[in-house]
């Protein structure tokens, strides 16, 4: 089916995981994600995140009730009822309360001085003009310039007369006592979504209790004295009574409709709404006027009223919900992705150096398959005189023994463990032999043999290395001056032993050569591998292991090529193919 392979329809690919066996770390898990589960749970019961949910629908009505005595300037003692007090309309969802006037009886059609201004003053008539006016002015002028009062004279004009002179409010307000009315708000909201209504006068209060309740002692009062609401708005009734302003009343319903946790109520709070501070200086509070008609002898009569107060809007929002089981498992889809910061955390921890370095371990090599760019050529570097592998980059013109590391390892022989571990026994049994070969040497008493090397280059640390042109070639056995692996006991064992190396290529391939017929190239081969096994144990992936030029000659002076040609390095190693 090469179709369904390259499409990749018969595949399925799944992530690799890394198993550490680990009271702590598993502890740790599952703590982590028990803190994640009561966080998650605690925030959906808090928020009702499993209740799909729906706006209000709302209507409101109000009935403001009281009357007050009040003193009017000019007029005597009015009583003041409902429809006095409560002006015109003041449209949907809201009323107005006056708290103060100022009344002009008695207005008739007809020419009067207007009211003394800066700009209204006049000398003669010449400084009036017929038929005139502006935004300010109470009529039209008529031309003539008459006595308003002994000492000023102002412009006629035909207007109501006489004007209403007074510009500023009194204080105190006069109808002060409009503090002690009470208002009650009557609010129906509805659900929608879910065919639910309610209204504020609840199903358990009664008239008795609608008689006698008092905000006070009963939130959930629907009669509200006027008062306590610019009180709980944060203001004083008798400084705002002077020249009005707005107050909201805030209605909010949260409604939960579960049968077990049934509660839907509203919840009053009182706010103004007009700026006080700017009300200071242009246009404060809130007035306006309105007149009372009627005839007196064929004349008809006004009585001006400039009405300040308060007005009160009544704002009403909030939201119901309800159980669902779609809104459950979409809340328990979102946040499954928290979970995944437990595997962000530990993950952190276990390759933080602390970690690490407390339970000796470091996973990250577990957890990480790295995988080097073809292009670039990484050489693994083993120095006598260091413990770790140097990684390097190969390069064209600086000698490797130059080349800075990239990175450095520890030395790695789990794989090669089983390997060392059979060497170690053919070496054992090989010992008493060693005296006896032939081949042996006292491998102290050795010296490199010049003769058939160039001199030492400059590069080189132990004295036993050749020159080469190749720059991958240039490393020797130290990083620092001393004595050359090569003169040492176990190199000679382990790497030379012309039996080893026989006993090694037999054990690989027990047919493959008669005795004392391998040829020296197989030997040397060996030799490499030898030496590789034990100077770097498993390099890391990608990595070509190099070996110095001291070792590589004195192999090739133990087993040397016929007609003395060699490969020399290539990615693989020395000679070509190990
Ligand atoms: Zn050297
Ligand atoms: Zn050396």
Not at 399 to 424: C, E, G, I, T
Not at 566 to 573: H, L, P
Request: proline letters at 5%; aromatic letters at 10%; a positive charge.
């Amino acid at each position: 089916m090469p179709n369904c392979d390259r499409f990749g329809l018969c595949q399925y690919q799944t992530n690799k995981l890394v198993r550490i066996h680990s009271v702590r770390l598993g502890c740790l898990k599952w703590s982590l994600n028990g803190v994640i589960l009561v966080f998650i749970c605690m925030v959906m019961l808090w928020n009702r995140r499993y209740q799909e949910f729906d706006l209000v629908v709302s209507s409101v009505t109000t009935k403001v009730k009281g009357v007050a005595l009040t003193p009017l300037p000019g007029v005597g003692d009015v009583i003041w009822d409902v429809v006095d007090y409560s002006g015109p309309s003041q449209g949907k969802n809201s009323f107005f309360v006056v708290t103060n006037v100022i009344v002009t009886k008695n207005q008739k059609q007809g020419k009067c001085p207007e009211v003394p201004r800066k700009d209204r003053l006049c000398g003669t008539d010449k400084d009036c003009e017929k038929g005139a006016w502006d935004q300010q002015s109470h009529g039209i002028q008529t031309g003539s310039c008459v006595k308003f009062d002994v000492m000023k004279k102002t412009c006629e004009v035909s207007a109501w007369c006489p004007i209403e002179i007074r510009t500023s409010p009194p204080r105190p307000a006069l109808l002060s006592a409009a503090e002690n009315f009470t208002v009650l708000i009557k609010n129906n909201v509805r659900f929608p979504a879910f065919s639910f209504s309610r209204r504020n006068i609840l199903p358990h209060m009664s008239d008795g209790y609608l008689k006698t309740c008092q905000r006070g002692r009963d939130a959930l009062c629907p009669i509200f004295r006027l008062g306590d609401v610019v009180r709980e708005a944060g203001e004083t009734f008798s400084d705002m009574a002077v020249e009005g302003g707005v107050i909201g009343i805030l209605i909010e319903w949260d409604c939960n409709l579960d049968w077990l946790m049934h509660s839907c109520r509203p919840k009053y709070s009182f706010r103004r709404l007009d700026e006080k501070e700017s009300n200071r200086t242009l246009y404060p509070g809130l007035n306006f006027r309105f007149a009372k008609y009627n005839t007196e002898n064929g004349t008809e009569e006004r009585t001006l009223y400039k009405a300040f107060g308060i007005r009160f809007d009544v704002m009403v929002f909030g939201q119901a919900g309800k159980f669902s089981f779609i809104q459950l498992i979409i809340y328990i889809g979102s946040t499954l992705s928290y979970y995944a910061l437990t595997t962000l955390f530990l993950d952190w921890l276990i390759e933080s150096r602390c970690y690490a370095a407390e339970v000796g371990q470091t996973y990250s090599e577990k957890k990480v398959e790295s995988v080097q760019d073809s292009q670039q050529c990484i050489l693994c570097v083993s120095y006598v005189d260091e413990k770790k592998l140097r990684l390097v980059k190969k390069s064209q013109k600086k000698s490797l023994q130059d080349m800075k590391a990239v990175s450095v390892q520890p030395r790695k022989v789990s794989v090669f463990q089983d390997d060392a571990a059979h060497q170690k026994a053919v070496v054992c049994l090989l010992q008493p032999d060693v005296g006896s070969h032939e081949d042996a040497q006292p491998p102290l008493h050795r010296k490199p043999d010049t003769n058939r090397r160039p001199r030492r280059p400059a590069w080189c640390k132990c004295n036993c290395c050749s020159s080469s042109s190749l720059p991958q070639e240039q490393l020797c056995c130290r990083w620092s001056d001393g004595v050359c692996i090569t003169s040492s006991a176990l190199f000679q064992q382990l790497v030379l032993h012309r039996s080893l190396l026989e006993a090694i290529l037999l054990y690989q391939d027990p047919l493959s050569c008669p005795a004392g017929g391998v040829q020296a190239t197989a030997l040397r081969h060996c030799a490499y591998r030898q030496y590789i096994s034990w100077r770097f144990g498993l390099p890391a992936d990608g990595a070509h292991p190099v070996i110095p030029s001291c070792c590589v000659w004195r192999i090739r002076e133990e087993y040397p090529s016929p007609d003395g040609q060699y490969r020399g390095f290539t990615a693989t190693g020395p000679d070509g193919e190990l």
